[in-house]
């Protein structure tokens, strides 16, 4: 079935078709009428897969795929153009350009989480740049997975952007078949698997994948507004089930009771006493995860931290917004990625300390420090590799387009959104352009010491021996 | 295996201390580095051109030009950067975040791995070494053994000139390649052939590092008859056996030219042959040699195969034990020959036929996307239907080769010949992550945007995205009341 679709999708680009600009352009437009048309049904599949609330299906999917698409409509122009660069002397005279060209046939393998936004994001670029797509839409948003099924063929040239559907064994079949590039967005260990597929056709990659996020809270903040945008980077982000989601905090010892009671005070007011009743908290996705953040939150080494929260319903799949003090630095609620409702808080002596801690784990996709104080912020932004960061505030980062968004280390390789997804899906072919003309002799065989001295000129910029080169020096006869 | 598993997680492990130590990071190491570099190709050059003498029979007129030249280009483009690579670059922040402030930072991936080749031995190491300082990492560089004058010279002179405690050299085969390609890197860069490539990208999917692989193919070189044929021909030969005798991943690979025109480019390529290299090929000083006996035998196979010996126009002398093989010119070998079918990567120069011109592109396509191709010819149209159906590392039209002089160009391949590119600013950022840093203040809240979600404040909402500015306003000024 793979290699169908990749045969099919070969020869979709090779006769040509989806090069145009205009073919390009009409399938973007397309997907905004698609956006426009079928919110409700893409809210409603969203609720189905993760009882995702209906603000942040707009919100974080809806409005940032919309976005995506009008950017690239709007820059698309300027991007296909060929980029004249400086021409070396050393070549005068000739014209030198970056000219942008599609790699070909790729695949998208998409997460479950925004299993709207990361399945048409991508798209999005690669369909800018030109090229023909497979889209694996995750098989644990299933709702999802079969409205793109359903719609994209409706609203696109389904003879060069197809859907595939189905779970391990049809994404290993696609991951078989040779591709120009494939990106996936998910976790490490598929990560791995996803790179060494590729490697067997020397297929480029972009990995988007996750970590532990760490927020390090300084004392020195407006506390009120720093929880409220950490509680809405974390909870209100389909309930911490968000590759950038705060992970973790870390604060000093003598601010934490500060931070935890102002914690509990903004979760109360955004979810209620019961939060399992609240609309505005999605689900875990499934029994399996559901699992996964209860067992971490009832193992031993951890039960008796919980300052807040902690509350599940099985049947429901819903966890509470979930806080804890001083956990070990051991146990697997800090050693795994959470990706849920749970928020342990680290205390240090001085607030410094949580750069080093920081740092002593993987690249995270996303950092955050909440902090007026200007050094500190500094020494953040220098000394904490991540993939992104953000100094008093949490998760907005991916809503500006002209900021590459994508890991780094274990969180990943490659990035996109705005014109990075342009690039991401694009081959950038270096151009020279030569007349016959400003021919150096100096440059053939048989070598002698003066061609040799001329070149050497030449290559230091001279622009005497430039001149004496193009006159034919040294002189021989023809 | 274990002695090389040792040396390599020792030189990895000095080199993460290094690193942590914040040592590469500041301007002043990376730019003392850069001038250490480039004080060395210029002190040295005289051992530079010894070895690849040695290990090649390189002319000394191309180790400097092609070698040694690149590498002090390299040294003074990225020192010349350097501020300006490592400033942050400021970006539009957008309405939704206002106000804030957006940058994109320049940071090291940390500890890389630089793989080089044995065609251009002291270039392929330095180059990317160049890049991998200017963006402040600290680099082990795996020299190529089968050019061993120049790995044990880049042995002896690194230390001498650049901060050992930072960069390392690693000599060795396999077993010592092995050894490196199983430690974890934050980067590796190799430049070599298809095969080890997939090899190095399998290594680098265990620990998630990302790659650039700088491989070959084969280049091929259009030649219409509307071309000045003589000038054509110099820049053919140049480009082939003008460098490293074919031994170079972007040489002419074959011709493809039409049978009306063949007799003519052929005669015309015979003349410059004869004007470079004089009667004798084998004799003269201009010509690399076969790097070894291997590579030898390996292009004796292709030049014997049946049904392609015969179609020797000129050349086909060799001295197996000079390890030579003059420019060898091949008319209308048999397509699915294997002189055909593999990257010929010596003076071996097949020339191909066709009724028309254009039928040269379906043939290119029908091949793997090559590192870089050529076209000669004066029609402008000819020229731009080359650019549009081509797809290929790079591409030069009306020479060979030079494009990688010029640094404002990304050098590197697509599909089966490579992935990524380096060169000028390319090369810092190859070995770079670029960080996405947004900034806000507290003034300022939203407050339509935290739970409880109602109604009120997604319209609200909904219009700010939409760039509403009443809605904007509405939501600063904390709208809905009441949350």
Not at chain 2, 336 to 347: L, T, V
Not at chain 2, 456 to 480: D, E, F, H, R, T
């Amino acid at each position: 079935m793979a290699e169908e679709v990749a045969r099919e999708l070969r020869a979709s680009f090779k006769a040509g078709r989806t090069r145009p600009a205009e073919w390009r352009a009409a399938q973007l437009r397309a997907l905004v009428r698609m956006i426009e048309e079928k919110e409700a049904d893409i809210s409603a599949a969203l609720h189905a897969d993760l009882a995702k609330p209906t603000m942040e299906s707009y919100l974080h999917e809806i409005s940032l795929a919309k976005a995506a698409c009008k950017f690239a409509l709007k820059g698309m122009n300027s991007w296909v153009k060929p980029e004249k660069v400086p021409a070396a002397i050393t070549t005068f005279p000739s014209s030198a350009q970056i000219v942008s060209e599609p790699l070909g046939v790729v695949l998208i393998i998409s997460a479950w989480n925004y299993p709207f936004l990361l399945s048409i994001d991508p798209v999005i670029g690669a369909i800018a740049a030109g090229n023909a797509v497979v889209l694996k839409p995750s098989e644990i948003a299933p709702a999802t997975s079969s409205l793109f099924a359903k719609l994209l063929p409706e609203y696109v040239d389904n003879s060069c952007i197809k859907v595939v559907e189905g779970g391990v064994p049809e994404t290993t079949d696609l991951l078989e078949q040779k591709w120009d590039k494939i990106f996936y967005t998910g976790n490490g260990t598929v990560g791995r698997i996803v790179m060494a597929a590729a490697a067997k056709h020397l297929t480029p990659v972009a990995l988007e994948l996750g970590g532990k996020c760490p927020v390090i809270v300084d004392s020195d903040v407006d506390l009120h507004v720093a929880v409220k945008r950490i509680a809405v980077g974390k909870w209100g982000c389909n309930n911490g089930q968000a590759c950038i989601a705060p992970d973790y905090i870390i604060t000093t010892k003598s601010f934490a009771p500060q931070l935890v009671d102002s914690l509990k005070r903004v979760l109360e007011r955004f979810y209620g006493q019961d939060p399992l009743q609240s609309e505005d908290l999605s689900r875990i996705v499934n029994s399996k995860h559901f699992q996964r953040l209860t067992n971490l939150i009832e193992d031993k080494k951890v039960a008796d931290k919980i300052v807040y929260g902690g509350q599940a319903d099985e049947k429901q799949l819903k966890i509470a917004p979930t806080v804890l003090l001083d956990v070990p630095l051991d146990s697997e609620l800090m050693t795994e990625e959470i990706f849920g409702p749970i928020l342990p808080i680290l205390t240090v002596e001085k607030i410094e300390e949580s750069i080093d801690f920081v740092n002593s784990k993987t690249k995270p996709l996303a950092a955050y420090l909440f902090t007026k104080n200007k050094k500190l912020q500094d020494n953040f932004v220098s000394n904490v590799p991540a993939g992104g960061m953000l100094v008093n505030d949490v998760a907005l980062h991916l809503a500006n387009p002209h900021l590459p968004f994508g890991g780094v280390g274990d969180s990943g390789m490659g990035s996109y959104h705005g014109k990075f997804s342009f690039d991401c899906f694009s081959h950038k072919k270096a151009v020279l352009i030569r007349g016959f003309g400003g021919e150096a002799t100096a440059r053939y065989p048989p070598y002698t010491q003066e061609k040799q001295k001329i070149l050497r000129g030449l290559i230091n910029g001279s622009f005497i021996a430039l001149i004496l080169a193009l006159l034919g020096f040294p002189r021989e006869k023809r | 295996m274990e002695a090389a598993t040792v040396a390599a997680e020792a030189a990895l492990g000095q080199l993460r201390a290094s690193f942590a130590s914040g040592r590469t990071r500041p301007a002043a190491w990376r730019a003392a580095q850069l001038r250490g570099v480039l004080r060395m190709a210029t002190e040295m050059e005289a051992e530079i051109c010894a070895a690849l003498r040695a290990d090649l029979a390189k002319p000394c007129t191309e180790a400097y030009v092609h070698e040694i030249s690149l590498v002090k280009s390299s040294c003074m483009f990225a020192l010349k950067n350097l501020k300006k690579w490592m400033k942050p670059k400021k970006v539009p922040a957008g309405v939704l975040t206002f106000p804030s402030a957006a940058r994109i930072a320049a940071e090291p991936l940390g500890v890389v791995l630089v793989i080089s080749a044995w065609n251009y031995p002291f270039l392929l190491a330095i180059d990317p070494i160049i890049g991998a300082i200017a963006a402040g990492n600290a680099v082990v560089l795996k020299p190529s053994e089968i050019a061993p004058a120049t790995s044990s010279l880049l042995a002896n002179l690194l230390p001498r000139f650049v901060d050992g405690s930072c960069v390392r050299i690693v000599e060795g085969g396999v077993p010592e390649t092995t050894a490196l390609l199983e430690q974890k890197w934050d980067k590796i860069f190799y430049t070599g052939n298809g095969k080890v490539g997939r090899i190095v990208m399998n290594f680098a999917a265990k620990h998630l590092t990302p790659v650039v692989l700088e491989l070959g193919g084969k280049c091929p070189v259009i030649v219409d008859s509307n071309v000045d044929l003589h000038v054509a021909a110099k820049r053919i030969a140049s480009g082939k056996w003008g460098c490293n005798n074919g031994q170079a991943c972007i040489s002419p690979d074959f011709i493809i030219t039409t049978k009306s025109f063949a007799p003519k480019l052929l005669d015309s390529l015979k003349k410059v042959l004869e004007k470079f290299y004089g009667k004798d090929p084998l004799l003269s000083a201009d010509l690399s040699r076969i790097v070894n006996s291997n590579h030898f035998n390996r292009l004796r196979r292709l030049m014997d195969e049946e049904m392609v010996s015969d179609k020797i126009v000129f050349g086909g002398q060799s001295d197996q034990q000079e390890l030579k093989i003059a420019p060898t010119l091949l008319l209308d070998v048999p397509l699915d020959s294997a002189i055909m079918k593999e990257e010929i990567f010596g003076p071996l120069l097949p020339i191909i036929t066709v009724d028309k011109i254009h039928e040269s592109f379906a043939l290119i396509n029908s091949m793997t996307k090559p590192l870089a191709a050529y076209i000669f010819t004066k029609n402008s149209r000819l020229q731009h239907q080359f650019e549009r159906s081509i797809s290929a590392g790079g591409m030069i039209i009306n020479d060979t080769s030079v494009h990688l002089t010029n640094p404002h160009l990304p050098f590197g391949g697509v599909g089966e010949s490579g992935m990524g590119a380096y060169h000028g600013t390319f090369s810092f950022d190859a070995f770079s992550h670029k960080k996405a840093v947004l900034a806000r203040s507290f003034g300022i809240e939203t407050k339509a945007r935290y739970p409880p979600y109602t109604p009120a404040k997604l319209k609200i909402l909904k219009s700010v995205l939409k760039g509403n500015l009443v809605a904007m306003i509405q939501a600063v000024l904390g709208c809905p009341r009441g949350a």
